[in-house]
């Protein structure tokens, strides 16, 4: 059973950078797309971030311009950079990667910006 271990989370001072990480503890076949999602207490979860296996980008309105998403579906990896964050980015972030025999999500790192 393939599991994606994220890292990176945890608190920091509004306008601060934090790096996600990714990994799985297997090989997924054919990856398509890589994603983060997000999910704030008492909401539900949102996309944030999505890199395809042939480089495409595609960003949440919220975090254009302030995030990076980068990947590598060779290694079954996937970072999120995230700068200039916002108390409103407080949240549980998972990775989600999708291939040819299913989609796989990790388990959430905590990300909590403070004022």
Not at 3 to 11: A, F, M
Not at 69 to 93: N, P, Q, W
Request: contains cysteine; glycine residues 14%.
């Amino acid at each position: 059973q393939v599991q994606l271990v994220e890292s990176g989370g945890g608190l920091v001072q509004a306008g601060g950078s934090l790096r996600l990480s990714c990994a799985a503890s297997g090989t997924i076949f054919s990856i398509g797309v890589m994603n983060w999602y997000r999910q704030a207490p008492g909401k539900q979860r949102e996309f944030v971030a999505q890199i395809t296996n042939t480089g495409k980008t595609n960003y949440a309105d919220s975090v254009k311009g302030r995030f990076t998403i980068s990947g590598d579906t060779a290694k079954s990896t996937v970072d999120l950079h995230m700068r200039s964050l916002k108390v409103e980015d407080t949240a549980v972030y998972y990775c989600n990667l999708v291939g040819t025999y299913g989609a796989y999500w990790g388990q959430g790192t905590q990300v909590t910006v403070s004022a």
